[in-house]
């Protein structure tokens, strides 16, 4: 083999070996950072939607829970009025719009008590609105004293406001209970035909649900 024929095989096996250039790795690396980048904010987009799917689950449970909660409260309501926490004047079994602090406030049956505890089957339920939302008040004891706190939970975030409408006997809806006049004992025993609940939600506007009331 002449020196001649083994310089030129040489050069040629020199080039095959000489690999990338330094501007086509950084091509290489370019595409490969575009194509990181298309991914990760692809996973991104797909995670803030599983998010937001999440938080709109969340959010129908816990509308569906708070309406009903509401619905099998007032379905149970019970004619049976309380004492009031000072003296001898008794509380209506179903009071609304004269309470400041609650909306409605009633008596209710159907309060399990599968333990066996020293407690009535009836309770004293109050619904509230605050700032933090709809709250749903109930109490250990039907005639509580002044010590006695409720158990206070809270049943629906985001609620601006809440209103109830009553049927009474006569089949005329009304805005307060119990109606002015008649026989004072009758009327503290008196429920109405069906209840009308309005919620008013920052996020899902109105909802209205009428309950008949049991009995």
Do not use: C
């Not at 309406?67 to 509380?91: C, H, K, S, Y």
């Not at 406030?105 to 009535?120: I, V």
């Amino acid at each position: 083999m002449s020196l001649r024929t083994f310089r030129h095989r040489s050069s040629g096996f020199a080039a095959r070996a000489r690999g990338f250039t330094l501007l086509e790795v950084l091509v290489a690396i370019a595409i490969f950072a575009f194509v990181g980048v298309m991914a990760l904010s692809g996973y991104t987009q797909l995670q803030k939607q599983t998010e937001y799917q999440q938080l709109r689950l969340e959010r129908v449970r816990e509308v569906q829970r708070a309406v009903q909660t509401l619905a099998q409260d007032l379905t149970q309501i019970e004619p049976r009025p309380i004492r009031e926490p000072i003296g001898d004047q008794r509380v209506p079994a179903v009071l609304a719009g004269e309470s400041v602090e609650y909306k409605l406030e009633f008596t209710r049956s159907g309060w399990m008590n599968t333990a066996g505890l020293p407690r009535p089957t009836l309770q004293r339920v109050g619904y509230r609105l605050d700032q933090d939302g709809l709250w749903r008040d109930h109490w250990r004891v039907l005639d509580r004293t002044q010590a006695a706190e409720p158990v206070r939970v809270r049943l629906l975030s985001g609620v601006r406001a809440v209103t109830f409408r009553f049927m009474s006997p006569s089949l005329e809806w009304v805005d307060r209970w119990p109606q002015l006049g008649g026989n004072p004992v009758e009327q503290e025993r008196l429920r109405p035909a069906a209840v009308e609940v309005t919620l008013d939600l920052e996020d899902w506007g109105e909802i209205k649900r009428i309950v008949e009331v049991a009995g």
